[in-house]
């Protein structure tokens, strides 16, 4: 089946410090979708993206829809200990159905 | 807006008992719901969408009279882990969508069967 592959699985670093994680796959998507999940909690839509090429950004977020449509990457600048949680990237295939499809995840802690 | 509200967010419950999880979609109408289990750190795995008015679609896998859903409205979803035993604890999180939208997430709901 479809997969996504999400890295890098987790990052520690320094307040201040930019971050940056990718999703490549095999299968073409037609949207691609950036959440937030910190514990015990749902995750949360950080940025969608619905174009080949779309760069978009919310506040210190940057994400890109890559031109081949197989994948996507998130930057974070100037990090802070808020930042702290797991990131999903999730790739929605062609069609209406909507579902998606997952990455693995790229948890990230931050050191003040 | 697009506020999915999920209830309980907690059940601890005996092995044995049936358990309900509603999810609602608060100010928009939910052509899609979608209810997902998640492991600890692990990535969210597709159990069913289900579709207003119509039976759910179950991923591979997932035994469907085990888990019974029920969407009986645009804004409600619900999920029942029928006689639910120890293998049955997780993290469950609904999701619902409407047109071309995203799809946005409830809070989960953290099922302990003791």
């Known amino acids: 089946g479809q997969q996504l592959n999400q890295s890098p699985q987790s990052m520690f670093i320094q307040e201040g410090e930019d971050v940056s994680m990718n999703c490549t796959s095999s299968?073409?998507?037609?949207?691609w979708l950036w959440y937030k999940q910190d514990p015990g909690e749902g995750p949360v839509l950080l940025i969608a993206l619905y174009k080949a090429g779309e760069l978009t950004s919310n506040g210190r977020l940057t994400a890109q829809f890559g031109i081949t449509r197989k994948d996507s990457f998130l930057n974070i600048s100037a990090s802070i200990p808020s930042d702290v949680g797991i990131y999903f990237c999730a790739g929605q295939l062609r069609g209406n159905t909507g579902k998606l499809i997952f990455g693995q995840g790229t948890t990230l802690q931050v050191k003040p | 807006g697009a506020v999915v509200s999920q209830h309980p967010s907690r059940v601890i419950c005996k092995s044995g008992t049936s358990v309900k999880i509603e999810c609602r979609s608060l100010?928009?109408?939910?052509?899609?719901m979608f209810w997902y289990r998640q492991f600890p750190k692990q990535s969210l795995m597709l159990m069913a969408t289900?579709?207003?008015?119509?039976?759910?679609?179950?991923e591979q896998g997932v035994e469907k009279d085990k888990f019974l859903i029920n969407h009986a409205s645009l804004t409600l979803s619900t999920l029942t882990v029928t006689s639910a035993h120890p293998e049955d604890s997780s993290f469950y999180i609904c999701s619902a969508r409407t047109g071309g939208q995203p799809q946005h997430f409830g809070d989960g709901t953290r099922l302990s069967i003791l």
């Open positions: 289900s579709n207003e008015g119509s039976k759910a679609t179950y």
């Open positions: 299968s073409i998507f037609n949207t």
């Open positions: 100010d928009f109408q939910a052509t899609t």
